[in-house]
Each structure stands twice: as structure tokens, then as C-alpha cells.
């Protein structure tokens, strides 16, 4: 939703702890056609998120050990949806990042 995503990156500080959650594990388990779609509508909600800067990241939600990602594979699928390399990596390693120290401070 859009206005959710203008309202985040309004509200948002150096210390927010606010993020949306995109999970991999979605694509993992959906059929071809259900896939297409996610993948189209993912597209449009990131380069939303990217627009007003809102923070978002990439997550497995692995019930399995087949269902674990290594970063180049997830980083790759950043790609797919629209993301620059950069971008991609920032949404694995850095934004979490940022949380956990944000957590850890409290």
C-alpha cells in the first residue's frame, strides 16, 4: 500500500525500527502462475519502497534446509525484481543490520 510506505518513510528517524519484510520463501512456494504474479506485484511495491526510502528486506522464512538462499542466490533475486546490485546487498546485509544495533542499544 502506498500510503503505508509514504507513512514509514515519513516517520522515519535514525533510530526507527521499521522495515518491510520481503519473504523469499513466498516465491519458493507458490505455483507459475501465482509466481508471476508476486514477482510483478513485488517489482512495483519495491520501486515504491525505493521512492519515498523506505526501508525494506529480503528474508528466506525457511521451513527447511532446502528452502535456505545463499546471499548471491537472494541477491540475484533482488535483481529480478528491479534492484540494483547495491541495493540488493543493502537489503540483505546492511538495513539488518542497522536493526540489530538499533535492538542491542536498547
Given amino acids: 500500500d502506498i500510503g503505508l510506505i509514504r507513512e514509514m518513510s515519513a516517520s ?3 533510530a526507527s525500527k521499521n522495515a518491510f519484510e520481503i519473504p523469499l520463501s513466498l516465491f519458493l512456494q507458490s ?3 501465482q509466481r508471476s504474479k508476486l514477482i510483478h506485484q513485488t517489482s512495483i511495491f519495491l520501486r515504491y519502497c525505493k521512492k519515498f526510502r523506505a526501508d525494506f528486506v529480503f528474508t528466506s522464512r525457511a521451513q527447511t534446509e532446502f528452502d535456505l538462499k545463499t546471499p548471491r542466490e537472494i541477491t540475484a533475486i533482488g535483481v529480478c525484481l528491479g534492484l540494483t546490485i547495491e541495493e540488493a546487498v543493502s537489503a ?3 538495513v539488518p ?3 540489530i544495533e538499533a535492538f542491542i542499544e536498547e
Fill in 12 to 14: 522515519k528517524t535514525s
Fill in 31 to 33: 505455483s507459475f502462475v
Fill in 92 to 94: 540483505l546485509s546492511e
Fill in 97 to 99: 543490520q542497522k536493526f
